[in-house]
């Protein structure tokens, strides 16, 4: 375009970037539906090996974290209650005693999830490595083997384990923050609501960078911070589709939990008929528990396609750089 073009049209750049948005953000949902699409190709393909995955690891997981949920939600029913109750008493001395019971059963509670974190933490790293492994190895054309998710297991859980112990942190301190930016605008309803919802959105982008942080620590020799430094940078150029694809996982394992809450909230625990009585409706909500650990061994997979093909786009583009480079020098030689 000539200088006199550019003068007679000055919103021709305007134009190009608009247009350009819209074809990156409708190529970033094509990409998604391509990895979505890849990632059951594969669990497809080699379904008994990802069935044996999933049996060992996603379904046992999926099962303590059931059942930890079914186990701690009387108390924390009870500690909620016993809370309000403590606001209401006429006496500062009934509203101690209150409180006192009330810490009780929150450290009761507390001790359920503690008895509960190391065998959920072990299979949650046996989950990761396996799939992880197995799925690179299917997106490079080889066929994934027990023998060597075993492996993989074996040889990278200690840096699983760092890197998974820095992502909990990095999403504990930014939900902290944003938790008591809510609190301290709770007289504000609409800035509350502007920090819910663009904390909503970080933290689907942050949950799309950790994710990815745990397959680099899989399948790289990175650790903890670096290994999240390392998954910010692959997803260059491919963060809307991170973005989307941990939206999808966000939607679909909250829709689970809320149906979950849903069954339990409202049910009488103070009873042993009611627990009975909810005991003996279990079977109806076991397909949860299948769907949850299906959920997360897919997300693992999914996870790793998307790292795998960002991988390969940071390649080509590398590549391209270094032949235009070579080029130029050719050309001022």
Not at 88 to 104: A, D, I, N
Not at 184 to 201: N, Q, T, Y
Not at 305 to 328: F, I, K, T, W
Request: charged residues 15%.
């Amino acid at each position: 375009m000539s200088e006199r073009d550019d003068l007679e049209n000055p919103n021709g750049l305007t134009a190009q970037s608009s247009s350009s948005s819209s074809s990156s953000s409708s190529s970033s949902f094509v990409s998604t539906l391509k990895i979505l699409f890849q990632s059951i190709a594969i669990l497809l393909r080699h379904r008994l090996h990802f069935l044996s995955i999933y049996a060992l690891t996603a379904l046992p997981l999926s099962l303590l974290l059931f059942s930890l949920a079914v186990s701690v939600h009387p108390i924390e029913t009870r500690v909620r209650s016993l809370e309000s109750l403590a606001r209401l008493s006429p006496t500062r001395f009934e509203s101690r005693q209150v409180l006192k019971e009330s810490r009780s059963d929150a450290l009761s509670a507390l001790r359920l999830r503690a008895s509960y974190s190391l065998p959920c933490l072990a299979l949650s790293l046996a989950a990761l490595a396996s799939s992880v492994s197995s799925a690179s190895a299917a997106v490079s054309g080889r066929r994934p083997s027990l023998p060597s998710a075993a492996a993989a297991v074996r040889d990278r859980w200690p840096r699983s384990l760092v890197t998974s112990i820095c992502v909990y942190a990095s999403m504990w301190t930014f939900l902290s923050v944003t938790g008591t930016l809510r609190a301290i605008l709770a007289g504000s309803p609409g800035p509350r609501f502007a920090v819910f919802f663009v904390g909503s959105v970080v933290e689907v982008y942050l949950m799309a960078v950790l994710g990815v942080a745990l397959v680099v620590s899989v399948l790289e020799e990175r650790v903890g911070f670096d290994a999240i430094r390392v998954g910010s940078a692959i997803m260059e150029g491919s963060r809307w589709s991170g973005f989307l694809l941990s939206g999808v996982f966000v939607l679909l394992t909250g829709s689970i939990w809320r149906v979950l809450e849903g069954s339990m909230d409202g049910q009488d625990w103070t009873s042993l008929i009611g627990m009975v009585r909810w005991m003996v409706g279990i079977g109806r909500r076991a397909w949860l528990v299948l769907l949850y650990g299906l959920l997360v061994m897919s997300s693992y997979v999914v996870l790793t396609v998307y790292y795998c093909n960002c991988r390969r786009r940071n390649n080509n583009v590398a590549r391209g750089l270094e032949a235009e480079s070579e080029m130029a020098e050719v050309e001022n030689l």
